[in-house]
């Protein structure tokens, strides 16, 4: 199994934890430290090794940060995590913040209003989001304060860092040689004047080098950092023994390989102005080059554009990833059916869906499954634990969030199934979240469009009924890599504009808590359309191919091209995944799929 049960939430051990760390406070005369999710590499997965907020506090989602006083300790999560921090944090010392809503910077306004020094690893936090900090600190009296990090200090049996095996990836399956990727980047390089670039995301790595990993669970990426310079040669900082003779050879020698405590001088010497990316690279590779003396040009990362415009090769990857993928979920839909209500558990559906998934070819799942049924259905990024599971009753709504990592694409797929008739609130719910899914999934919209100006289209059946969900509609994807690729996303603070190759989900969702959740999500991928005025026009090929439970469906809600991209849906899943299915299947399918 790739996936555990085992209940990594401790709220019971915080209390003596935040004391060591109160205590290491007093002693270097701080005020405040603040604990991100982040690691140094500014992932949005981390190790066990750099699970620091889940330490401390318990609280186990993929984004927040802790904040501790002498005398407060504030957990700041999003909309996605709200229900589920109160349940893995001790209420008697944390404080759920809603965070973006409330800053750190006006939480610590009133937190320490006679000011005071705030104590912060500058690996763990972006260039970005230290001089945003700054802004909101500026009059306080708060100082910021660069310091090793002190959740380690106080951290005894703090796990090793990972060294997970790099392993090549089929340069056929991108489409692209690791030397053509590295020439891109320094022609980009030569053509703003730079010298170099620091790359320090895992995937930007990965994607230029055509290598993958396993030091991240879910996410097939090495930890690392890399320069590049104006002439493509890379320099790569990672342990050297991660890269066996087969993955050398493949990098050539155009790579040098170095271990990570030879970065700080590979960044002394890099050439010329050095590019490097505020919103990704750590404060403290910043400082180092400064420090060096090295001239830094503030930038995007210059992988990331090219990485998120797949290749053609890349997204045929990713179809022929979704068709196996298509039949690992089929078969995990007709086996719910077939499951008597009240006799089987979210586990086991978790483990079946995983059986399913090995069988059509993953080599591991691109997260942990969302199973919930009932009132854990309404926790967003809930996962399921031997102590949460919950036995599926008659007539509850089973959020089922997944997808697989196969070698040739990356899958996530969302489906809300009926395990009986369901309440006239939830169908109505369904019915909106389903006419938002595909109203996306027709858009036409001009090139130049952003995220933020077409999501407004997913969230519209629920405003018009007071309604509305407290995450992004969707994120980017990678190809044969992490599940959530930035910067690209479909939300109202996505400003970078959609361009053809990229790949996102599109997962509308409307949730009650202690009830039920609803989400419906594909994959799509970002298209030329065709226009009767010659307009340069852009839209979305479907990528999922997965029956939509018809039984949550009011159908007198739905327009008449709802129902016929609907049913024009099911008709495709039917015509390319019915024939890869098992002889028993297909009748399930025919009635999954019929034309509403």
Not at 18 to 41: F, H, K, N, Q, S
Not at 88 to 98: C, I, N, Q
Not at 377 to 401: F, M, S
Request: include cysteine; hydrophobic fraction near 45%; charged fraction near 20%.
């Amino acid at each position: 199994m790739w996936q555990d049960f085992s209940n990594v939430a401790d709220p019971a051990a915080a209390a003596p934890r935040v004391a060591a760390l109160r205590g290491l406070m007093a002693r270097e005369g701080l005020d405040a430290v603040i604990v991100p999710r982040a690691d140094a590499y500014q992932g949005e997965y981390v190790a066990d090794a750099d699970a620091r907020l889940r330490w401390l506090t318990g609280f186990s989602g993929s984004a927040g940060f802790a904040i501790v006083t002498a005398l407060q300790a504030g957990v700041f999560i999003d909309g996605r995590y709200r229900v589920q921090v109160r349940a893995e944090t001790d209420p008697a010392l944390f404080t759920p913040v809603p965070w973006p809503e409330t800053s750190a910077a006006t939480w610590l306004r009133e937190a320490l209003p006679h000011g005071g020094a705030l104590g912060f690893d500058p690996w763990l936090h972006s260039r970005a989001e230290i001089e945003a900090l700054s802004r909101g600190l500026d009059g306080s009296g708060i100082s910021l304060r660069a310091i090793a990090n002190p959740v380690d200090a106080i951290w005894p049996d703090r796990p090793a860092p990972p060294q997970g095996p790099a392993r090549v990836h089929d340069p056929a399956l991108a489409g692209a040689s690791a030397a053509e990727r590295c020439g891109i980047v320094a022609q980009a390089l030569r053509a703003a004047g730079q010298g170099a670039t620091v790359l320090t995301l895992p995937d930007s790595i990965a994607w230029l080098l055509n290598i993958r990993g396993a030091d991240i669970p879910r996410n097939p990426v090495v930890q690392a950092f890399a320069t590049v310079d104006a002439e493509g040669r890379v320099g790569l900082y990672a342990d050297p023994g991660k890269f066996d003779a087969q993955v050398r050879a493949h990098l050539g020698n155009g790579v040098t390989i170095a271990p990570p405590d030879q970065f700080a001088a590979g960044l002394a010497a890099l050439p010329g102005v050095v590019r490097l990316d505020p919103d990704s690279a750590p404060e403290a590779v910043f400082r180092a080059l400064e420090s060096a003396g090295r001239e830094v040009a503030r930038d995007r990362d210059p992988v990331a554009l090219p990485k998120a415009r797949k290749t053609p090769a890349e997204l045929s990857g990713m179809r022929a990833a979704h068709r196996r993928d298509a039949v690992a979920m089929i078969r995990a839909l007709a086996w719910i059916d077939a499951q008597a209500p009240g006799r089987f558990t979210e586990i086991e559906v978790v483990r079946a869906l995983e059986r399913f998934r090995v069988e059509a070819g993953a080599i591991d799942i691109s997260f942990d499954t969302i199973c919930g049924a009932g009132p854990n259905g309404a926790i967003v990024h809930y996962r399921v634990t031997e102590a949460t599971n919950r036995t599926i009753r008659p007539g509850e709504l089973l959020l089922l969030d997944s997808g697989g990592q196969y070698p040739d694409g990356t899958t996530d797929v969302t489906r809300t199934i009926a395990t009986g008739p369901a309440s006239e609130v939830a169908r109505d719910a369904y019915t909106r979240v389903l006419q938002g899914m595909i109203g996306l999934s027709r858009l036409r919209f001009p090139r130049g469009m952003a995220g933020r100006d077409i999501e407004a289209v997913a969230r519209a059946p629920l405003w018009t009924a007071g309604l509305d969900f407290d995450h992004g509609t969707g994120h980017g994807v990678g190809a044969a890599l992490c599940v959530h690729e930035g910067p690209l996303r479909i939300s109202r603070r996505s400003e970078l504009p959609l361009e053809p190759g990229m790949i996102f989900s599109n997962e509308p969702g409307y949730y009650r808590e202690g009830e039920w959740g609803i989400r419906i999500e594909n994959l799509i991928a970002v298209e030329p359309a065709p226009s009767p005025d010659g307009r340069d026009m852009l839209g979305f090929e479907t990528l999922t191919l997965v029956p939509i439970d018809r039984r949550l469906i009011e159908p007198g809600m739905l327009s008449r091209a709802e129902i016929a991209w609907l049913d024009a849906y099911h008709a495709r899943v039917r015509t390319e995944i019915g024939p890869l299915l098992p002889e028993g299947l297909r009748g399930w399918l025919e009635q999954a799929t019929a034309p509403l």
